[in-house]
């Protein structure tokens, strides 16, 4: 009954390829998200959905392309990848925001990515 | 960047409270603090939040100062498996900005 899961839990792959990385929530969620923990261990996010509506894109590279089919998944399709992607990408989710201004997210377990 | 300055690193023996601090000098009126941790090789886990008042829960309590510009996260029986980084985060809307956190080593 994992609130928020991952898959693959590592990944490695050849320079150039082009893989996904799939997260599903089951806490009926309306947000979700992808961060990034590089080798330095600074987790910084990459995208928010809201409803299958992007709504945070940070400066991320165009290679990197959130799919959300429906509001329980959010997917990764990283393009043409390369060694500086190499890091653990964390899925999160959260309720909508609500009239606090804010809720709580929930991390899904990681998933390595390296890039060889 | 991160709104938050906290110690790098900290030890507490095993079964003692760990007090962890954070400065946060220019909250604004409309955030919050947010605490998280990250124990090692896992998805950053929620432990408490508050805005203006004292707040506890079945993990921890976080005491805010009455001007909001710092907060302690108490772990009132700190075990081994508190080892973890802590983030002290502000945030005021959905976008949770993660700093360098305050590894916090337990030991007994």
């Known amino acids: 009954d994992t609130a928020v899961s991952q898959t693959p839990k590592y990944l490695v792959t050849q320079m150039g390829n082009d893989k996904s990385i799939k997260c599903e929530q089951n806490?009926?969620?309306?947000?979700m998200y992808w961060y990034k923990q590089d080798s330095k261990k600074f987790l910084k996010i990459m995208f928010s959905?809201?409803?299958?509506?992007?709504?945070i894109n940070e400066t991320v590279p165009n290679r990197f392309s959130p799919k959300s089919p429906d509001k329980a998944h959010l997917n990764l399709h990283i393009n043409s990848l390369e060694l500086g992607d190499s890091a653990v990408y964390f899925c999160?989710?959260?309720?909508?925001?609500?009239?606090?201004?804010?809720?709580?997210?929930?991390f899904g377990p990681g998933t390595r990515l390296t890039v060889l | 960047d991160a709104k938050t300055t906290q110690p790098t690193s900290m030890d507490c023996a095993e079964g003692r409270a760990a007090n962890l601090p954070c400065n946060h000098s220019?909250?604004?009126?409309?955030?919050?603090v947010y605490w998280y941790r990250q124990i090692h090789s896992q998805g950053p886990q929620y432990i408490i939040h508050?805005?203006?008042n004292n707040e506890t829960n079945e993990m921890a309590s976080l005491i805010i100062t009455e001007d909001r510009k710092s907060s302690t996260l108490i772990l009132p029986h700190a075990t081994l498996r508190d080892t973890a980084v802590y983030y002290c985060?502000?945030?005021?809307?959905?976008?949770?900005?993660f700093g360098a956190g305050t590894i916090l080593r337990v030991k007994s």
């Open positions: 999160a989710s959260s309720q909508e925001i609500g009239a606090s201004g804010t809720d709580t997210q929930y």
């Open positions: 806490l009926g969620h309306d947000t």
């Open positions: 959905y809201n409803n299958k509506e992007l709504i």
């Open positions: 220019t909250i604004s009126g409309n955030e919050y």
């Open positions: 508050g805005l203006k």
């Open positions: 985060i502000v945030i005021g809307g959905n976008k949770l900005v």
